[in-house]
T-cell receptor
Framework: GENVEQHPSTLSVQEGDSAVIKCTYSDSASNYFPWYKQELGKRPQLIIDIRSNVGEKKDQRIAVTLNKTAKHFSLHITETQPEDSAVYFCAAMSSSNYKLTFGKGTLLTVNP | NAGVTQTPKFRVLKTGQSMTLLCAQDMNHEYMYWYRQDPGMGLRLIHYSVGEGTTAKGEVPDGYNVSRLKKQNFLLGLESAAPSQTSVYFC?????????FGPGTRLTVT
């Protein structure tokens, strides 16, 4: 089955700096890669996703890049703000079965 | 439009007791999922369903059973709870790739 590795497990940045979280996956059939943000005590919320037919996607301060050859994808947050502090999860899915496999999460802390 | 709801929000069980968690969605989604979330482990898939009347095992199915008698509901059952099942349980539903999560159920087994 699919295996998703996520690094780092914790990340601390100063407000205004950039943050990068990286994930690798094992199943070459995976073709959908979402990123979820989870605040303490809340449900995971989708913040951005990318499909295998594109290499990069951007939404305001958030961007995701995908390298299918190397089987890795990354989340980039620019101009970080304290409200970006949360746990971020990457995931991978094959559209043949619609099952998501999650990474173990990254606790991002943005210091004012 | 409530999205995905879960009942109950919190529950404390004694070892050996049974309970059922209810997930309901009003988006007419075909796919529904049950995950458990433990510290440092991310979300792990317990069981899922690709449509009314169907269920399938996920990554960590042991000790759980599920049923999908109606399209809008997905039930997760614990027949004999164990302390290892202490966790936060999330339900999700989807039409295709994007999954929508419920608010979660915090279960403690003593």
């Amino acid at each position: 089955g699919e295996n998703v590795e996520q690094h780092p497990s914790t990340l601390s940045v100063q407000e205004g700096d950039s943050a990068v979280i990286k994930c690798t996956y094992s199943d070459s059939a995976s073709n959908y890669f979402p990123w979820y943000k989870q605040e303490l005590g809340k449900r995971p919320q989708l913040i951005i996703d990318i499909r295998s037919n594109v290499g990069e996607k951007k939404d305001q301060r958030i961007a995701v890049t995908l390298n299918k050859t190397a089987k890795h994808f990354s989340l980039h947050i620019t101009e970080t703000q304290p409200e970006d502090s949360a746990v971020y999860f990457c995931a991978a899915m094959s559209s043949s079965n619609y099952k998501l496999t999650f990474g173990k999460g990254t606790l991002l802390t943005v210091n004012p | 439009n409530a999205g995905v709801t879960q009942t109950p929000k919190f529950r404390v069980l004694k070892t050996g007791q049974s309970m059922t968690l209810l997930c309901a969605q009003d988006m007419n989604h075909e796919y529904m999922y049950w995950y458990r979330q433990d510290p440092g482990m991310g979300l792990r898939l317990i069981h899922y369903s690709v449509g009314e009347g169907t269920t399938a095992k996920g990554e960590v199915p042991d000790g759980y059973n599920v049923s999908r008698l109606k399209k809008q509901n997905f039930l997760l059952g614990l027949e004999s709870a164990a302390p290892s099942q202490t966790s936060v349980y999330f339900c999700a539903s989807s039409y295709s790739e994007e999954q929508y999560f419920g608010p979660g159920t915090r279960l403690t087994v003593t």
